[in-house]
C-alpha cells in the first residue's frame, strides 16, 4: 500500500480552513498533517511536517507569497505548492506560478478536481 500524500492546508480564515481539512480528511490517500494561518506559520508548519503538498490561500494577510513559495520549493525535498485563489488567474497569480507553486485552483473547485490536483503534483514530486 502506497504511503498517503501528506498534506498542510494554509488558510487565514478558520472556517475555511476547518472546511478543507474536513473535505481533504474523508479521501482515502491523503492525510492532514498540519494546518497554518499565516506565510510565517506555513513555512514553519511545513519544515517540521514534511509535507509533500501545501494548500495556500492566495489571499493570506501578511503574506508574502514569493518569499514563502520560494521558501518551500527551495528547500531540499520541499513540497509541492498549490495556489488556491478567489479567481482563475491574473498576473500576480501568474508571477506566483513562476516562483515556484506548482498550480492554481478556484476554493469552488469540485472535490474530485482538488483531489486529482493533489495527487497530479505529489507524482510529480516523488
Known sequence: MD????VLVADDDPLARMLMVGRLGSEPGLEVVAEADDGAA?????????????LLDFAMPDLDQHRVIGALSGAADGPAVILLTQFESDAVVDAALRAGARAQLVKTARQDELVRLIATVAAERR
Open 42 to 54: 506555513v513555512v514553519a508548519r511545513a519544515a517540521a511536517a514534511r509535507p509533500d503538498v501545501v
Open 3 to 6: 504511503a498517503p500524500i501528506r
